[in-house]
């Protein structure tokens, strides 16, 4: 599969002090959507930004669609929503669009086109003529993603773009992005909602304090991993053990690691034993487990506390 983004050991250190990144590698594949995750303050802005050149990274190597990072004519093939975006207020959702479409180098004819099809594709064409200032969150979020596909990139860095977006909405870019990527774009998204994340994600990195932590895709990263619930209602056998019998009431057993040829024995013992099985279910992995597990492996996983490595560059 052709490569969108590949970078190799990224350093970047603000003032000689904060080391937000500290060797990060990964490989983004073409038409894929691959999900930066990380705990806050783990660097995964400051690694979107330096693909886009708004900061500069103090080492990095490696390419973006076939380029080397950092080369500009590149940019007008990528699309890119900035975390904490904001528009100047005094514009209208119309101008603000002709404004970045400009600045992309689209012409007026095509960005007039364009903007009515963006408008509508986040819904928010009855909005057109009212100025940016007097929007709410989500309805800037909603024209951030708009200016983000306005000259029909390739690639799209999205930095939270649910972020402030109201539960329909959200449902609405989880749809819209699993269609660009179906049209063959390749899209970055960094997010902490991860159960948003969950059906649409087909590759990630996990970045804890500047360093990934795991990587792969989902498919990688689960395998060996899956489990089969059985759920059943009854005092259960008593090889079950009795956390998980729960006063004989409706109830689970998990066999991590087992196929489905495996089970039957274990349904067949639980019926012998008089209960009913009521489900029977193969579940994955989910990205928050995924999460928590490269926490671990990072060594993070006894808090939460913000923040990049201290100390001098590396
Ligand atoms: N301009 C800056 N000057 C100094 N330190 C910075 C600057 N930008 C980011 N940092 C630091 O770099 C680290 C990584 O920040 P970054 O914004 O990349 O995190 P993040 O993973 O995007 O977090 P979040 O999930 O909260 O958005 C943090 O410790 C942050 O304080
Ligand atoms: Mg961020």
């Known amino acids: 599969m052709p490569t969108a983004i590949e970078i190799c050991n990224v ?14 590698s990964m490989r983004v594949d073409h038409g894929q959507i691959f999900c930066l995750l990380g705990p806050n303050g783990a660097g995964k802005s400051t690694l979107v930004k330096i693909l886009m050149t708004v900061i500069h990274a103090s080492r990095i190597s490696g390419t973006m669609l076939g380029r080397p990072i950092g080369h500009k004519a590149t940019l007008r093939r990528v699309g890119y929503l ?11 959702a119309e101008q603000a669009l002709h ?12 960005r007039r086109r364009r903007i009515d099809a963006m408008l509508d594709l986040v819904g928010m064409t009855g909005w057109r003529k009212h100025r940016v200032g007097t929007f709410s969150k989500g309805m800037q979020q909603r024209i951030g993603i708009a200016q983000a596909l306005l000259h029909d ?17 959200r449902r609405e870019i989880r ?6 990527r179906d049209e063959g774009r390749t899209i970055l998204i960094n997010s902490h909602i991860l159960s948003e994340l969950e059906t649409i994600c087909d590759q990630l990195a996990v970045v804890v304090k500047g360093r990934v932590s795991l990587e792969g895709t989902v498919d990688e990263l689960t395998s060996g991993r899956r489990r089969w619930v059985v759920a059943y209602e ?9 956390e998980t019998r729960k006063d004989g009431r409706l109830t689970q057993v998990m066999l991590p690691g087992a196929d489905a040829a495996e089970v039957q024995p274990i ?6 034993a008089g209960c009913t099985i009521t489900a029977v279910s193969e579940v994955r992995e989910s990205l ?20 990049a490595a201290k100390g001098e560059d590396a």
């Open 267 to 272: 349904i067949d013992r639980i019926r012998q």
């Open 11 to 24: 350093h970047k250190t603000f003032r000689k002090k904060v080391r937000a990144l500290r060797g990060v």
């Open 175 to 180: 749809d819209l992005l699993v269609q660009l």
């Open 234 to 242: 009854g005092a259960g056998p008593e090889w079950i053990e009795e």
């Open 288 to 307: 928050e487990d995924l999460f928590m597990r490269a926490l671990v492996l990072a060594g993070e996983d006894e808090g939460s506390t913000p923040g």
């Open 99 to 110: 404004f970045y479409g400009a600045l992309s180098g689209m012409r007026r004819r095509a």
């Open 82 to 92: 900035p975390e904490h975006h904001r528009f100047p207020i005094f514009m209208t």
């Open 153 to 169: 990139p390739e690639l799209l860095l999205l930095d939270e773009p649910t972020d402030g977006v109201d539960p329909i909405g």
